[in-house]
C-alpha cells in the first residue's frame, strides 16, 4: 500500500483499513525518530557482543527489517538475543516491535533487559518503558522512570514528552480516585451494527442523528471497503428508528465522514479524501490529500457536494469539522503528513462573511493546541464551550476528552479533562455534546457491542455540560397566499450589535431552528422582492425541551405595503439613533439598494405619553433621522418621505406597557 493509499484509508476511522501496515508504518517512523537507525547501521565492530553467531542473527534480522519482512525480523532479533544474554541491540528492537505490537508486558521485559545490562547504552529505552508502565497504570513505578530520564536527556522534543509524562502520572494518579458518573448506553441496532460507527453529529432538537459507518465494498480495490455516512431519526417514543444510507453525498468510489451538521440539519460540512491521483473524480477540485466539502438540503434532497475550497483548505490534510450554530464559524482539524501518520493535528477556525467567504483559517491557542495531537472537536451549540481530543493536555495517556471555555476576551480557557472513567489510557475521542448539554455521544469498541465501533450515549454530569441555550423554531411564508418563503434569517445580540446567529428557512417548508443563549435579540428575514420582518425577543435561559416558536410573515414589494421597523432604538424623548439601531438600519440600506427602483415613506409613531403636539414633534424628528442615516449610506434622498403620526395611529392600547411598547414605532410603506 502506498503512503497515499494509507492516508486515504486512515481518513476518519479510528482503527485502520490494514492494522498491520499501518504499525508498520509506525514502527518505521518510531525507529528514525528515537535513533534506532544508529543500531540499523551499526558496523559489527561496535556491537555489544564478540558472539559471531549473534552478531549474524542480528545483522539478518536487520536484512529482514529493510525488507519489511516483520515477523522474519522479530524471529532473527529473538535468536540473536538468546544467543548473548548481555546482546543489547536485538533486546531493543524486540522491545519497540512489542510495543508497536500491543504487547506491553514483552516490551517492559526487553526495556528493563536493556536498561539492566547497560543504561546508559540506550537512554530512551528508560522513556520507552516510563511510557508503557503509564499505560499499564503503574503511575508511580512511570513516575521515577520519567524523573531519572529528564536528568540525563537534553533533546528538547524528548525532554518535552517526558515532562508530559510527570505531569500525566500526577493527575492519573488523583484522577483515577475521583471518578466521575459515567453509565454509557448502546444505542441499539437501529443505529449500531456488525460494522464500525464513529464521529456522530445530530440537529438541536436531538431528532436527527448522522453519522459515518465503514461499510464492506469488495468492488473497490486494495481496502474491500469505505465509509458513508447514516441517518437515523427518533420516532414518537423518542426511540431511534432503523437508519438508512445518506443520497447523493455518499458515492461507491470516495469516503465520506467525520460530517457536521447546521443546527438544523440542512448543511452537511464533510470529509472527502483524494484519489490515488490526487484528485476527486470528474470535475470535483481538491487542495489537498483530504478536504472539507459542503451539501445543502432542500425539503428532503441533498444537493451535490461543494468544495469548500481556499483558504479552509489547503495542501495540507483537513478533516473533522464543527459548524457553530452562528451558521458561519467553523472549526476543524488539520493535519500535516508524515511518514509515520498525520502529524502536527491542529483544531483551526475560520468565518464566513456577509458575502459567504471564508476569512484566512487561524489556530485556536495553547490553551487548547498543544504540540501533539488535537481531534475530533466540537464547538457546542452554546458558541462558548468546546469539546475535543487531545494526548498533549495532562491526561490518562494517549486521546482524552477534554472542555474548553472561550473567555470574554475571545480567547479560549484551560483545557479540562472530563476525568475518569470517561478517560482511560486507551484514545477517547469522537464525542459529541447534544444541545441541550444533558446527553454525550460516542464511539466505543468496548466489551457487548453489536460489532466493532458502536456509538452509545451517557448522561453528562452537570461540571463538564456546557452553557444553557434553547432554539427558535419558526416559520417563514407570503403574508398574502401563505406559501413557504426561503429567506436570510438573522438574529442579532441587542446588548452588543454583534450577529448572534442565522439560517436560511426551507424553500420548500418555509421552516427554519436556530440555537441560542438567554438574551435580547433582533430577528430579521429578508428575501428576494419582500420587505424585511423585524421583530425582537427576550429569549429565557430554558432548555431545548422548551423551544421559542414563531411565524414570520413577508409582505411582499408592492405599493401600500408596511412593516414595522422593531428594531429600531432612541432614548426616552430623544430623536438621536442608538447604535443598536445599525443591524436594522444596514438591512433598509441593503433593500433599497437591491432594488433601485423602490420609493418609500418613513413613519414614526408615539405612544400617548405626553402631550399631543410634542409627541407629533419627535414622531417626525425620529423619521427623519432614520432617513438621513439612510441618505448618508448613498440612497437619493428623493426615494424617501419622511413623516410623523404622534400618536394618531396606535396599532395597540396604550393602556398597557406592552402595548406602548407597541405604538412606539418606525414603519416603512411601500409608494
Known amino acids: 500500500?502506498?503512503?497515499?493509499?494509507?492516508?486515504?484509508?486512515?481518513?476518519?476511522?479510528?482503527?485502520?483499513?490494514?492494522?498491520?501496515?499501518?504499525?508498520?508504518?509506525?514502527?518505521?517512523?518510531?525507529?528514525?525518530?528515537?535513533?534506532?537507525?544508529?543500531?540499523?547501521?551499526?558496523?559489527?565492530?561496535?556491537?555489544?557482543?564478540?558472539?559471531?553467531?549473534?552478531?549474524?542473527?542480528?545483522?539478518?534480522?536487520?536484512?529482514?527489517?529493510?525488507?519489511?519482512?516483520?515477523?522474519?525480523?522479530?524471529?532473527?532479533?529473538?535468536?540473536?538475543?538468546?544467543?548473548?544474554?548481555?546482546?543489547?541491540?536485538?533486546?531493543?528492537?524486540?522491545?519497540?516491535?512489542?510495543?508497536?505490537?500491543?504487547?506491553?508486558?514483552?516490551?517492559?521485559?526487553r526495556y528493563r533487559e536493556v536498561m539492566a545490562i547497560n543504561p546508559g547504552f540506550f537512554p530512551v529505552a528508560q522513556l520507552h518503558l516510563a511510557d508503557l508502565e503509564f499505560r499499564a497504570g503503574d503511575y508511580a513505578a512511570a513516575e521515577r522512570n520519567y524523573s531519572a530520564y529528564m536528568k540525563q536527556e537534553e533533546e528538547p522534543q524528548r525532554k518535552a514528552r517526558a515532562k508530559l509524562g510527570l505531569r500525566n502520572c500526577?493527575?492519573?494518579?488523583?484522577?483515577?480516585?475521583?471518578?466521575?458518573?459515567?453509565?454509557?448506553?448502546?444505542?441499539?441496532?437501529?443505529?449500531?451494527?456488525?460494522?464500525?460507527?464513529?464521529?456522530?453529529?445530530?440537529?438541536?432538537?436531538?431528532?436527527?442523528?448522522?453519522?459515518?459507518?465503514?461499510?464492506?465494498?469488495?468492488?473497490?480495490?486494495?481496502?474491500?471497503?469505505?465509509?458513508?455516512?447514516?441517518?437515523?431519526?427518533?420516532?414518537?417514543?423518542?426511540?431511534?428508528?432503523?437508519?438508512?444510507?445518506?443520497?447523493?453525498?455518499?458515492?461507491?468510489?470516495f469516503n465520506e465522514g467525520a460530517g457536521t451538521l447546521s443546527p438544523d440539519g440542512r448543511f452537511l460540512i464533510f470529509t472527502?479524501?483524494?484519489?490515488?491521483?490526487?484528485?476527486?473524480?470528474?470535475?470535483?477540485?481538491?487542495?489537498?490529500?483530504?478536504?472539507?466539502?459542503?451539501?445543502?438540503?432542500?425539503?428532503?434532497?441533498?444537493?451535490?457536494?461543494?468544495?469548500?475550497?481556499?483558504?479552509v483548505n489547503s495542501s495540507h490534510w483537513e478533516t473533522q469539522p464543527s459548524l457553530a450554530s452562528d451558521g458561519r464559524t467553523l472549526y476543524y482539524i488539520r493535519g500535516a503528513v508524515a511518514r509515520d501518520g498525520i502529524k502536527s493535528m491542529d483544531i483551526w477556525t475560520t468565518t464566513m462573511d456577509d458575502e459567504g467567504r471564508w476569512s484566512k483559517p487561524v489556530k485556536l491557542g495553547d490553551n487548547v493546541n498543544t504540540p501533539y495531537q488535537e481531534e475530533s472537536v466540537q464547538i457546542h451549540p452554546d458558541g462558548r464551550t468546546l469539546y475535543f481530543s487531545s494526548n498533549g493536555h495532562p491526561g490518562f495517556g494517549g486521546l482524552d476528552i477534554y472542555m474548553s471555555r472561550?473567555?470574554?476576551?475571545?480567547?479560549?480557557?484551560?483545557?479540562?479533562?472530563?476525568?475518569?472513567?470517561?478517560?482511560?489510557?486507551?484514545?477517547?475521542?469522537?464525542?459529541?455534546?447534544?444541545?441541550?448539554?444533558?446527553?454525550?455521544?460516542?464511539?466505543s469498541d468496548r466489551p457487548g457491542g453489536l460489532g466493532e465501533l458502536d456509538l452509545y450515549s451517557f448522561e453528562l454530569y452537570p461540571e463538564a455540560r456546557p452553557l444553557p441555550i434553547t432554539y427558535i423554531k419558526g416559520n417563514v411564508f407570503d403574508v398574502d397566499t401563505k406559501a413557504p418563503v426561503e429567506a436570510d434569517v438573522q438574529l442579532y445580540d441587542l446588548k452588543t450589535g454583534e450577529l448572534a446567529t442565522g439560517a436560511y428557512s426551507d424553500p420548500k417548508t418555509g421552516e427554519f431552528l436556530v440555537c441560542l443563549p438567554s438574551g435580547t435579540y433582533a430577528l430579521n428575514a429578508s428575501a428576494e422582492g419582500y420587505l424585511f420582518f423585524s421583530k425582537n425577543y427576550d429569549i429565557a435561559a430554558t432548555t431545548v425541551k422548551e423551544p421559542v416558536t414563531l411565524d414570520v410573515p413577508l409582505g411582499p414589494l408592492a405599493s401600500g405595503n408596511t412593516i414595522a421597523l422593531r428594531n429600531i432604538f432612541f432614548n426616552t424623548a430623544s430623536y438621536e439613533l442608538l447604535p443598536t439601531s445599525n443591524a436594522e438600519l444596514d438591512k433598509l440600506v441593503k433593500l433599497l439598494k437591491a432594488n433601485p427602483s423602490l420609493r418609500i415613506e418613513l413613519g414614526g409613531h408615539t405612544d400617548n405619553v405626553g402631550a399631543d403636539a410634542a409627541n407629533l414633534t419627535l414622531s417626525d424628528q425620529r423619521a427623519n433621522?432614520?432617513?438621513?442615516?439612510?441618505?448618508?449610506?448613498?440612497?437619493?434622498?428623493?426615494?424617501?418621505?419622511?413623516?410623523?403620526?404622534?400618536?394618531?395611529?396606535?396599532?395597540?392600547?396604550?393602556?398597557?406597557?406592552?402595548?406602548?411598547a407597541q405604538n412606539r414605532r418606525t414603519e416603512v410603506t411601500v409608494l
Not at 416 to 443: C, K, M, Q, W
Open 1 to 109: 500500500m502506498t503512503e497515499k493509499k494509507w492516508r486515504v484509508a486512515r481518513a476518519f476511522a479510528p482503527t485502520a483499513h490494514s492494522e498491520r501496515r499501518v504499525k508498520a508504518l509506525r514502527l518505521l517512523g518510531l525507529l528514525f525518530a528515537t535513533g534506532y537507525s544508529l543500531l540499523v547501521t551499526s558496523q559489527p565492530g561496535n556491537y555489544t557482543t564478540t558472539d559471531k553467531g549473534a552478531i549474524k542473527r542480528y545483522e539478518s534480522g536487520r536484512d529482514c527489517m529493510g525488507q519489511r519482512r516483520w515477523d522474519c525480523a522479530e524471529s532473527e532479533f529473538t535468536k540473536a538475543a538468546e544467543a548473548d544474554a548481555r546482546f543489547i541491540e536485538p533486546r531493543i528492537m524486540l522491545a519497540e516491535i512489542a510495543e508497536q505490537k500491543g504487547e506491553s508486558q514483552v516490551a517492559m521485559t
Open 170 to 253: 500526577e493527575f492519573a494518579a488523583r484522577a483515577i480516585t475521583r471518578p466521575v458518573p459515567f453509565e454509557p448506553k448502546n444505542l441499539g441496532p437501529n443505529v449500531n451494527s456488525a460494522d464500525p460507527e464513529y464521529y456522530p453529529c445530530i440537529t438541536a432538537d436531538d431528532a436527527t442523528l448522522m453519522y459515518t459507518r465503514r461499510v464492506k465494498a469488495p468492488e473497490i480495490p486494495i481496502y474491500g471497503m469505505q465509509e458513508d455516512f447514516y441517518v437515523s431519526r427518533r420516532d414518537l417514543e423518542g426511540n431511534w428508528k432503523p437508519s438508512i444510507p445518506l443520497p447523493v453525498v455518499n458515492t461507491r468510489a
Open 272 to 311: 472527502k479524501c483524494a484519489l490515488e491521483d490526487g484528485t476527486y473524480g470528474g470535475s470535483l477540485a481538491g487542495e489537498g490529500s483530504c478536504d472539507l466539502f459542503i451539501s445543502r438540503r432542500i425539503g428532503d434532497r441533498w444537493g451535490v457536494p461543494q468544495n469548500l475550497g481556499t483558504p
Open 406 to 443: 472561550k473567555q470574554e476576551d475571545g480567547t479560549w480557557g484551560p483545557a479540562l479533562n472530563l476525568g475518569y472513567p470517561i478517560n482511560t489510557s486507551a484514545d477517547e475521542n469522537s464525542l459529541l455534546v447534544s444541545a441541550d448539554g444533558r446527553i454525550a455521544y460516542f464511539a
Open 625 to 660: 433621522a432614520v432617513r438621513d442615516f439612510v441618505v448618508a449610506k448613498g440612497i437619493d434622498a428623493a426615494r424617501i418621505t419622511a413623516k410623523g403620526y404622534g400618536e394618531t395611529k396606535p396599532v395597540a392600547s396604550n393602556d398597557t406597557e406592552e402595548g406602548r
